[in-house]
């Protein structure tokens, strides 16, 4: 079995994948502080998979309280080269139907505290190159496990990541909506920041729940309409991943695995103790 293990980052009804075995949760520190949850370890179709629930079990933490160098660093540390990250959004364009999935390829920021979503500081300076956020490969192999699973999935899109908790007001949603993008939520970016810094190789799974406000034929987005979406979006994503760890190499050899080659500009002869003590598990094959 291949050392490198497999993430999911998800809602906590992910977790009950069917052939998901030899469960074990598992509490991670960081030098960040603590990760959203427990990380729960396991085996799925032969390979080693590690959840993380991304709001915490019983969804206790808001999309801007996410702590994202931490929830990122504890999945490095357990080994963790690749991520699927299944999340829930809302539509910007017609044609992205509630329950449907976008396989978004591009994001937008639009939060207000994107310097937590670097390990970098602190006496390291590095600069990741970033114009394709997405890991492609895992991208694609997601793409066919929906297609063959029979899934609505739509092939690439830029995500809207605002800040929340509030959702859009019409004006900012009726200007993104003008502006062409397709999806909007509130947590992925960061994960995909910290991912890459991190070398793992990152994919989201957008899984639609309503219409943002853009749309006014619509009825407004209500709590009740989105957790009825995300139950069924949950079922699908689980069908989706399933098909799709087995296909997912065991040697992490794509780009992203060597993201950090070129991306540090600080003298190794003066990087700080304590700044390499943190990122050991980032930085271990450059010390």
């Given at each position: 079995m291949s050392k490198h293990r497999i993430g999911i980052i998800g809602g906590s009804g992910l977790y009950n994948i069917e052939g998901f075995?030899?469960?074990?949760?598992?509490?991670?520190?960081?030098?960040?502080?603590?990760?959203?949850?427990?990380?729960?370890?396991?085996?799925?179709?032969?390979?080693?998979?590690?959840?993380?629930?991304?709001?915490?079990?019983?969804?206790?933490?808001?999309?801007?309280?996410?702590?994202?160098?931490?929830?990122?660093?504890?999945?490095?540390?357990?080994?963790?080269?690749?991520?699927?990250?299944?999340s829930a959004v809302g539509s910007l364009q017609a044609k992205y139907k509630p329950c449907d999935i976008v396989l978004v390829d591009q994001f937008l920021d639009r939060t207000k505290r994107d310097f937590e979503h670097t390990f970098f500081g602190r006496g390291i300076v590095g600069h990741i190159a970033f114009?394709?956020?997405?890991?492609?490969?895992?991208?694609?192999?997601?793409?066919?496990?929906?297609?063959?699973?029979?899934?609505?999935?739509?092939?690439?899109?830029?995500?809207?990541?605002?800040?929340?908790?509030?959702?859009?007001?019409?004006?900012?949603?009726?200007?993104?909506?003008?502006?062409?993008?397709?999806?909007?939520?509130?947590?992925?970016?960061?994960?995909?920041?910290?991912?890459?810094?991190?070398?793992?190789?990152?994919?989201?799974?957008?899984?639609?729940?309503?219409?943002d406000c853009w749309k006014v034929d619509e009825a407004h987005v209500t709590v009740e309409m989105v957790v009825a979406n995300v139950t069924q979006n949950a079922a699908t994503a689980k069908s989706v991943i399933a098909k799709v760890i087995p296909q997912i190499p065991v040697e992490p050899s794509w780009p992203c695995h060597s993201a950090l080659n070129n991306a540090i500009m600080t003298d190794r002869k003066v990087w700080p103790k304590k700044t390499i003590a943190e990122l050991k598990p980032l930085l271990a094959k450059y010390l």
């Amino acid at each position: 079995m291949s050392k490198h293990r497999i993430g999911i980052i998800g809602g906590s009804g992910l977790y009950n994948i069917e052939g998901f075995t030899d469960q074990k949760w598992v509490k991670i520190k960081t030098p960040f502080g603590p990760p959203s949850d427990e990380l729960l370890t396991g085996t799925l179709a032969g390979r080693e998979v590690v959840f993380l629930p991304r709001h915490a079990r019983g969804h206790r933490i808001l999309p801007s309280e996410l702590n994202h160098r931490a929830n990122i660093w504890a999945m490095k540390k357990l080994g963790v080269a690749w991520i699927i990250s299944v999340s829930a959004v809302g539509s910007l364009q017609a044609k992205y139907k509630p329950c449907d999935i976008v396989l978004v390829d591009q994001f937008l920021d639009r939060t207000k505290r994107d310097f937590e979503h670097t390990f970098f500081g602190r006496g390291i300076v590095g600069h990741i190159a970033f114009a394709d956020p997405i890991a492609e490969e895992l991208r694609q192999l997601l793409l066919k496990s929906a297609c063959a699973q029979k899934a609505r999935v739509h092939d690439g899109g830029t995500y809207v990541n605002m800040e929340g908790p509030a959702f859009s007001t019409r004006a900012e949603s009726t200007t993104n909506h003008k502006l062409g993008y397709d999806v909007i939520g509130m947590t992925n970016l960061g994960e995909a920041k910290c991912a890459r810094e991190a070398e793992i190789a990152y994919a989201t799974m957008a899984m639609i729940t309503d219409y943002d406000c853009w749309k006014v034929d619509e009825a407004h987005v209500t709590v009740e309409m989105v957790v009825a979406n995300v139950t069924q979006n949950a079922a699908t994503a689980k069908s989706v991943i399933a098909k799709v760890i087995p296909q997912i190499p065991v040697e992490p050899s794509w780009p992203c695995h060597s993201a950090l080659n070129n991306a540090i500009m600080t003298d190794r002869k003066v990087w700080p103790k304590k700044t390499i003590a943190e990122l050991k598990p980032l930085l271990a094959k450059y010390l």
